[in-house]
């Protein structure tokens, strides 16, 4: 857990885990909190979120969703952060997957995924947190298989 004690008081340390402006968490994104505040129920789940987020980009655990091989080139690796925190959204299954870019082609949900991307999209749910388009460039990438 990313806590820090300072003399007043434990903080909690965010990592940039949230790629979706649009999303309750994104407030937590990259940003430091006093533990205090995150003992309500959201501030447990935006805990649980970024640990989830922390272990899969650790190098040790950087292992393709589909072809179970480590991935050791940061040109092949492909990680998806947090597109949304809602468990009720057909996005959600897809937070904090892991892929060697020439595995792509043989995701066998690969199609789901790009649906599921571009009606949550359209449906307004997504914005980008920098003028870089994430979720657009993410649809690119999967698409080219």
């Known amino acids: 857990m990313n806590i820090i004690a300072n003399e007043e008081k434990d903080m909690y340390s965010f990592p940039a885990f ?3 402006a649009a ?4 407030k937590y994104n990259d940003q430091w909190f ?3 505040y995150l003992n309500s129920k959201e501030g447990q789940k935006a805990i649980q979120l970024a640990e989830q987020c922390i272990l899969y980009t650790r190098p040790v655990n950087r292992i393709c969703t589909v072809g ?3 991935i050791m080139s940061p040109d092949n690796y492909i990680f998806i952060p947090l597109l949304t925190s809602n468990e009720k959204e057909a996005l959600y299954k897809f937070n904090f997957l ?3 870019r020439s595995n792509l082609g043989k995701w066998d949900k690969r199609e789901e995924f790009i649906e599921a991307a571009k ?3 359209n449906e307004g749910k997504w914005s980008d947190t920098s003028e870089f388009k994430f979720l657009d ?3 690119k990438q999967m698409s080219k298989y």
């Open 119 to 121: 009606q949550f999209k």
């Open 68 to 70: 179970g091989n480590r």
């Open 34 to 36: 006093h533990l205090d």
């Open 23 to 26: 999303d309750l968490m994104s």
């Open 137 to 139: 460039d993410l649809i």
């Open 18 to 20: 949230v790629a979706n």
């Open 98 to 100: 892991t892929f060697d």
